[in-house]
C-alpha cells in the first residue's frame, strides 16, 4: 500500500497544495531510439550512448487509445453486464409496492379508491395535476396541457392559426409547425412513426352528445378514437362527468361553468373528458389571461 | 401472498387476457394476476403471441384508469425483459405513449417507463430506430433535469443501452451530444460518492461509450469531463485507500477510468493541463490499481493504463511521480500478470524515456532489483519490455551499469541469450555488447 504520508495526501490535503504545477520537473534530455534512425555511428561510444542504426529497442511512450470493443475491456463489460441484471431484478421489486389500508383520493369529486402508495401518487399525477380547468381534461404534462389550451381555448390561436403555422409538434425537441391539426397527425404518423391513433392528438370535435351513465366518478383521460381492435371495454360507468363547480381564477372565457352536477356532454365516441369535482385553482401561469388552468393547490411531495 | 403457477397453458393467458379485457372493476387485479404471470419467459412469449394482446396493454396504458396504467406499465416491464427477439418488436406500439409519459410527474410510473424503453432499446435496432424517430433523445434531456436520482439513473440506464448500438457513433452520439443531455450527465459525478451512485454509475458508462465513439471529444472536454473523472477518481481513491469498501464502487471507477483514458489519448495533453491539475490523481491511481488487484485485475490494468495515457511524453507527470515517490507502489505491482507487469512496465519506461535525471531516480527508487526479477518471468513480452526499460537506464549512467552487475544481471541477460523468443535474444544481446562490454568479460571471472 501507499506510505502513510501519501495517503493522507490523497485523503485529506486541500486542493491547493496539491497543484501539480508547482512540482518540480526533471529536466529532459530524451534522446529518440527508434529503429533505423540514422544515426551516423560517429556518436561518441564510451558512454554506450551511440544510436546505432540496427538496434532492436523500439520503446516509444505512447498514449493508448482503446475501442469500445478492446479484449482489455472485457471483464469490465462482463461484470457491468451483471450488475445490470442485478438493476433488472432491483426493479421487479419495484413491483412490490406495500399494500395500505384503502383509503380515497381527497379530490372532490374523485373517490377513487387505493390500496397503495404508488398507485395513488400516479393517479393523483396523471389525473389531477395537468388539468385543464376549461373543459377539465387531464393531460399527462405540462407540455400537453400548454399545448391543448393554446389550441383549443385561445382565441387568437385561431386567429394566427389562419395566418402561419401554429400547431406544433407534440415530440419534445421537434420545433416544427403545422397549418392545421390535421397536418401535424401526418407528420407525427410520417417523421415520428406515431400511431394513427395516438390518444393525445385529437382534434376538436362536437361537444353536444348524449347522456352518459352518472355517478361513477371514475377518471378518463383524453383520448383520440377508441384504439383500433383489441379495444377495451369501457369500465362499467366510466363516463366523463362534469364536475360540479369549479373557480377557475381570474376567468375571463365566456362558457360558463356547469352548475348542476352529472350532466354529461360527452358520448362514448368522443373523447372523454376527465372531470373533477372542485379542483382547486392556484392561479395562472403568468401567461395570457385567456387562458384557464386549473393548477392544484400544494404539489404533493412524496420524497 | 397470491400465488400464481408458473407455467401457464396457452388457455389460461388467453383467459387471463380476457378478463383483463372486459373485467370491468376487477381489471386491477387481473392485470396484477397477470404482471405476475409475465415474469416467465415462456408466458411471455404466449403472451405478445396473442391478438390484440399488446393492443389491450396500449389501450390500458393509455387510458382512463390511473390504477390500470400503472398495472399495464409493470406488464410491459416484465414483457420488457423477454429474451425472445420478437418481444421488442411486439411492444412497439406502446413506445408512443411510454415516451410522452416521462414527462409526467408521477416518478415511480416515470421510473417504470424508462426502465421498459431501456429494456426495448437494448436489442433490437428497429425498436431503438423507431424510439429515435419518437423523440426518444429530447424526452431523455428533459427528464434527465429531474431532481429525482432514481429518475435520472433510470435516463441514464436508457442511454447508455442506447449508446451501444453498432451504429451509435453515427445515428445516435451526435443527436445526443446536440440535445443538451451531457452536461447534466457530468453534473451527477460528483464526489460524494455514496449519494445516488446509482445514478453515477449509469451516467458514467454513458459517457464511456459517448468518449469511444470519437465523434466530439473536445466538447465533451469543454464541458469538463476530464476535471469531473479526476476529481470523483481522487475521491473514490482516498476512500478506497482508507479502507472503506463501498460496495460495486467498481462499477463507477470502471467507467471513469476508461472514459479519463480514452479522453487523454485522444487531445492533446497540453491543452487538458487546466483540468489535470490535481496531483492527487496519481496516488489515486496507485491506490486504485492496488485495491482492486485481488478482486479485479482487469480494473487495476486499465487503472495503469490511464496512468501511461498521463505520462508518455510528459515531462510534468513524469516528474510528479518521482516527487511524489510512488515507484515503489508502482513496483510492487510488478509481480502481478494479466497485462499488469505489462502496463506498470510501460509508465517506468515513460519515466526513464524521458532522459538521465530520471533514469537516476528511478534507480534510486529501486527499479534495478525490481527488474532482475521481471527478467526472469516467462511472458516473453515482459522480459522484453524489461530490457527496453533496462537499456534506457543503462544508457544513463555507468554506476547502473556498474550496480547492474552486482546484482547478477549479466547471469540473467546471458541466460535470456538462449531463449526462444528472437526479440529477447536480440535485445539481450545488444545489451552485454554495447552496455555492459566492460563487465561481461571480466564478469565471467566474477561470477
Known sequence: MLQPDLLRFLTETESTDTDILAFPVLHVDTRPKEPNLEKLA???????NEEI??????FTPQQIRLNKDHEIFEDGDIHRHFYLQDVAANTAELSETPKVSAFRCHIAGC?????TLDGYEHHYSALHRHVCSGCKRSFPSDRLLDIHILEWHDSLFQVMAEKQSMYQCLVEGCDLKFKTSKERKNHLIKTHRYPPDFRFDKSKKSKRKQEKTPHHKDMSMEVSEAPGAGGVEPEHGESMELCASCEPDRQENTDPP?????????SHKVPHTICFGQGSTRGFRGRRKKWWRTCIAGKMNWN | MDTVANLLSREQVVDLLHRVQHGGEERVNHLRTLRKALRTPET???FIKLENSIQVLAGLLSGSNAQCQLEAAHCLLELSHSPHPSAGLACLPTTPYLLTYLSGQSDKFTELCLYTLGNLCAENEAVREKLLAQGIVPALASCIQRHNLAVVEAVGFVLSQLLQAKDAPVNIVPIVLASGLTPHLLATLQPVPQYGMGAAIECAWCLHYLVCSNVDDGTLVV????????????ALGGVMATGSTEEGVEMLVWPLLRSLGNLLAGCKLEGLHPQLRDSRLLPALCVLAQAFLQPHPALARESLWVLNNLTAGSSVFCSAILFLKLVPALIQLLPFSKGINCMVLQVLGNIAHQGTEYCTQLTQAGLLPALCATLKMANPEVVTLSLEVLVMVLASSSEVAEEFTKLKGLRLLEAIQYNSEGEMRLRASYILEHHLTSYSEAGAAAL
Open chain 1, 42 to 48: 560517429s556518436d561518441c561510444g564510451d558512454d554506450g
Open chain 2, 44 to 46: 411471455q412469449l404466449i
Open chain 2, 223 to 234: 464541458q469538463g469531463a476530464v476535471s469531473k473523472c479526476s476529481s470523483l477518481l481522487i
Open chain 1, 53 to 58: 542504426p540496427s538496434s532492436p529497442f523500439n
Open chain 1, 258 to 266: 356547469h352548475r348542476e352536477p352529472l350532466k354529461p356532454r360527452y
Open chain 1, 111 to 115: 373517490s377513487q379508491l387505493f390500496d
